[in-house]
């Protein structure tokens, strides 16, 4: 017994030291703290804008950390709402389609940049997203803007070349697809009947969202939603699609050759470029529009984040500064982070830089930066409000009817009323 | 056997323990499967053993500092349990041992809280760490844990099988209260405490949310996260995922093992 006892104080005296030994966490003078989510994409990128600001500020270090993203809300909100600022980061990761929650619902908890970034120089609706009451709070990341990706090789067997998908609607992709099915056989869409990311990105297109620029619901009335909706139906009901679940068997369904085509975000490009025996048999071609809404473009977006300085933040000076010098202005750091993490940032002015203006051969020699720059410009502003992710929640329950062709003011009432009920 | 009606009912029997049996064991396979394959072949539903085996386990050594985390893991684990055991014991044998006018009321009202969700309880919980200067220490994981009212529970119902006259006859030999609770009790209770020791060195190897919240910086993540945080980028690497589910789920193995009797016994209750 005397053993053990002794073998225990051992333990014991081990286990002391070493909590006091790990528990050291004050941090040095000038450390940045981030807080992001993948660490092939945005943790990437953040170290590589680090490394760039440590060259000019060799004083200051900067120190990324990287959750889950569900993980790291469930945290940012948690710590948020317990009212004390030990532990939050200095610099955070946000969603767009998050950011008025956050914003609204912790007033003062971010800080403004409005005097230190010259947001004029950043795509519209990436500030408008982050705007509330004239102040902008975000540094801009990563865009999702649209893009219908296609394989050219297939498509031209059917007879339509890039000029045929230039700056259609909805309807003549349709079109397109029942007469690619008749000659070839092929399925042009894979559709995931869980996903409302179709609907975004028609909303968007048209400058319209689930809110008015207020924050109010703008659903039963909203004839862009309706339009939306009714195209999807009519897609369906063409059989130029193909249902799949889930994400991987989604990106499958394209990358296998199963399905001709996508429309999704910029961020794709990645995914479908690791298929290098594929290469010069892609092409990308601007969103379809909506037929017949008043203000429908063909440019659009789905997803993207941007980053958030605390105002609780000890570095504040030094985090806003780090954003506004590197992130805020410096051309050559996007053409590197478009070169190796595929991330394609919101400042405009990275057009002009040589990885922007490069063609690419896997996408049959086209200037796919510049052409996703140019519609990056274009996507029309739009609120997305504090419940975006509950009205999301709405449409997915109201699939199964849009899908099996029921009716659709019965289908927007229902989608209505539950927003409603959570918005309350 | 002769009875066809017989032979039908054990066949059938037999097919429905096969598939349960493949239903819960196929998850394991595909994950050392998983681990030896390349993402893309993974997405496209391989269920063969391939040839990235190395590479996969690589990767995740170089994005990941093993060593560190593992040691968090197990340090939290380990002190974790060890604090829970003795300190819920202690307070099982006591509400069994010992009467007191107030013993079922106060008895009571630590099983009706059982039923308040952790969620509710965390940012209170939170806000105390910070007011004790503990956010992003193993203090503030482990301390929340090691009075566990189901351990307090699960102990006080197995002491009812410990014999009152072993404490009685060690009284008369003149051991003092803590010595007959570390010198009698603590061993004839071992199968009790072995099957203790899995559930709460699992619960807390896979304790997730609270480490979440109150570990800041990646030198004090645990294994759960690491393996949770590989999954979410936005092109997951899965044969790397799998390589860290392989490293977050071998240690609750190796330990039902070694303590697989006892935890037997345990579950049952015996007292030897």
């Known amino acids: 017994m005397t053993r053990l006892s002794t073998g225990w104080k051992r333990a014991a005296a081990v286990a002391l030291a070493s909590v006091s030994m790990f528990s050291v966490t004050a941090a040095s003078a000038l450390e940045i703290t981030v807080w992001c989510w993948d660490p092939n994409f945005n943790g990437a990128t953040m170290k590589e804008a680090a490394e760039r ?37 200095d610099i955070v990761l946000i969603e767009d389609y998050g950011a008025q929650k956050y914003l609204q619902s912790f007033p003062g908890a971010f800080e403004p940049l409005n005097d230190k970034v010259d947001y004029s120089g950043f795509a519209p609706y990436k500030v408008e997203l982050a705007t509330v009451n004239g102040q902008t709070y975000s540094l801009p990341f990563d865009s999702g803007v649209t893009g219908y990706f296609y394989r050219s090789d297939l498509l031209a067997e059917a007879g339509f070349d890039a000029a045929a998908l230039e700056n259609i609607t909805w309807d003549k992709l349709i079109e397109i697809g029942k007469a690619v099915k008749e000659k070839t056989g092929g399925t042009l869409l894979p559709i995931d009947p869980n996903d409302a990311g179709w ?138 982070i478009l070169v190796n993490q595929g991330a394609l940032g919101s400042l405009l002015a990275a057009r002009e830089g040589e990885a922007y203006k490069a063609s690419d051969e896997f996408f049959g020699g086209a200037p796919v930066w510049q052409n996703f720059s140019d519609w990056l410009s274009a996507i029309p502003a739009v609120n997305y409000g504090i419940f975006t992710n509950e009205a999301d929640a709405a ?30 | 056997m002769s009875n066809p009606l017989a032979l039908l009912g054990r066949v059938a029997t037999y097919a429905l323990l096969i598939i349960a049996a493949f239903v819960s064991v196929f998850p394991f396979l595909w994950m050392l499967i998983g681990a030896t394959n390349y993402s893309a072949d993974i997405i496209k539903g391989k269920v063969t053993p391939g040839t990235a ?39 099982g044998y006591g509400f069994e041992m010992f ?127 690491v393996v949770a945080g590989l999954t979410s980028a936005y092109t997951p690497d899965f044969g790397v995922v799998m390589v860290g589910a ?5 240690p609750t193995l190796v330990i039902f093992f070694l303590l697989q009797r006892r935890f037997v016994e345990g579950m049952l209750g015996a007292v030897k």
């Open chain 2, 99 to 225: 009467r007191s006018k107030f013993r079922e009321k106060v008895f009571g009202g630590l099983l009706l809280m059982l039923s308040i969700p952790f969620a509710a309880l965390m940012i209170p919980l939170f806000i105390m760490m910070a007011n004790f200067k503990m956010i992003n220490t193993y203090q503030a994981i482990i301390l929340p844990t090691v009075a566990s009212i189901f351990i307090i529970f699960y102990f006080r119902q197995a002491t009812k099988a410990f014999p009152h006259e072993l404490r009685d006859a060690a009284r008369i030999d003149g051991l003092k209260e803590w010595q007959i609770f570390l010198y009698v009790y603590m061993p004839v209770m071992r199968s009790t405490y072995a099957a203790a020791t899995i559930i709460v060195f699992m619960a807390n190897w896979n304790n997730y949310l609270w480490p979440l919240i109150v570990l800041q910086t990646n030198e004090m993540k645990t294994l759960t996260l």
């Open chain 1, 199 to 336: 609907l975004r990105i028609m909303m968007q297109s048209a400058g319209s969202w689930y809110f008015n620029p207020d924050g109010s619901v703008h659903i039963a009335d909203n004839p862009v939603l309706k339009a939306s909706i009714e195209t999807y139906q009519r897609l369906l009901a063409a059989g130029i699609s193909k249902p799949v679940a889930g994400w991987t068997e989604y990106t499958g369904s394209f990358t296998s050759g199963d399905t001709l085509s996508t429309f999704t975000g910029v961020w794709m490009t990645g995914t479908i470029k690791a298929n290098a025996d594929q290469s010069g048999k892609w092409a990308i071609a601007p969103l379809p529009a909506l037929d017949g809404v008043e203000g429908a473009t063909n440019a659009s977006n789905l997803g993207g984040s941007s980053w958030y300085v605390l105002s609780s933040s000890a570095e504040k000076a030094e985090a806003v500064d780090f954003l506004a010098e590197i992130w805020g202005k410096d051309v050559d750091f996007y053409q590197k």
């Open chain 2, 246 to 250: 392989i490293f977050a789920t071998l």
């Open chain 2, 53 to 91: 085996l190395l590479q996969n386990i690589s990767v995740f050594f170089n994005s990941v500092d093993m060593p560190r985390i593992l040691f968090n893991s197990f340090f939290i684990a380990g002190v974790g349990t060890a604090l829970t055991l003795l300190i819920s014991s202690l307070a």
């Open chain 1, 53 to 89: 600001y440590a060259a000019l500020h060799p004083d200051v270090t900067v120190n990324i950390v990287d959750f889950a993203k569900a993980d790291l809300e469930t945290k940012l909100q948690a710590q948020l709402a317990s009212g004390t600022t030990d532990g939050l980061p």
């Open chain 1, 395 to 424: 449409v997915v329950a109201q699939i199964p009817n849009i899908t099996s062709g029921g009716n659709i003011d019965e289908i927007i009432a229902a989608i209505d009323s539950q927003v409603r009920q959570q918005v309350q």
